[in-house]
């Protein structure tokens, strides 16, 4: 792993000038084992999946709920996977929901110390724990540079704690990505077309016009960056 990663300043040169089929192509004849995908089954997830099943439909799709999700996700959730022929893999906190707010309260209630111990909680330890079990290399996520200000500089392929992380559509803007869904007849979030520009748990996503950035549309405020996609703070009590 330590030799791959002095090749991240290489492959961001090669991937820079690639589309997006073929950067994920390009992943898994770099990477020949352990390549995963995430999703959140959100507005624009049925992209990526579909992009991914054009060159290898046995990479594993993971998908992380956290029990707060909109009723509208869990149903698009369901309709991806039965049009598009796939099973996610499914992870959750090791705690429930219920068992969470007994013990800690509703945490993304709280401040910025909290909803990191929520994201942990929920996001990021289920994560690992996925990860771990597929024995991944390389993930592949559908992070864009024109979806928030946080990601305007991430590169196509970067290292993340242990792990390599690669963004297939990182330079697709928001009119290329919306137009896919209907140029591949793939369907839509029930929630599209109801003011979200992204989509979290109920209790920490606003619509756009509730708030000034994009970024305070999701978690409390606090970033759009929800843990999964952020190394851990250090410093805080993350007690599982």
């Not at 330590?2 to 961001?12: G, H, L, S, T, V």
């Not at 029990?67 to 893999?89: D, I, R, V």
């Not at 705690?95 to 996001?123: C, D, H, I, R, V």
Request: a negative charge.
């Amino acid at each position: 792993m330590k030799a791959q990663f002095k090749e991240i300043d290489r492959w961001n040169h090669e991937l820079a000038s690639l589309d997006a089929i073929t950067r994920i192509q390009w992943a898994c004849e770099e990477f020949s084992t352990g390549v995963v995908a995430s999703t959140s089954f959100g507005l624009q997830s049925a992209v990526m999946i579909h992009l991914i099943q054009q060159i290898e439909r046995d990479i594993p799709i993971l998908f992380i709920d956290t029990g707060y999700l909109f009723p509208g996700t869990y149903e698009y959730a369901n309709t991806l996977q039965n049009e598009m022929s796939f099973k996610a893999k499914v992870y959750s906190a090791k705690m429930s929901p219920a068992f969470q707010e007994s013990t800690y309260g509703k945490l993304w209630t709280g401040g910025k110390e909290e909803m990191a111990k929520y994201n942990f909680l929920n996001k990021r330890e289920p994560m690992d724990r996925a990860l771990c079990d597929h024995k991944a290399t390389l993930w592949l996520a559908g992070l864009r540079r024109s979806q928030a200000d946080s990601r305007a500089e991430l590169p196509f392929i970067e290292k993340q704690n242990n792990i390599l992380k690669m963004y297939p559509i990182l330079d697709w803007d928001d009119r290329t990505t919306y137009q896919y869904l209907p140029k591949n007849k793939l369907p839509y979030h029930p929630l599209e077309g109801m003011g979200y520009d992204s989509l979290g748990d109920w209790h920490s996503t606003q619509k756009r016009s509730e708030v000034e950035k994009p970024e305070d549309a999701r978690h409390g405020g606090h970033g759009r960056e929800c843990g999964l996609h952020t190394d851990i703070p250090e410093g805080l009590d993350f007690t599982v």
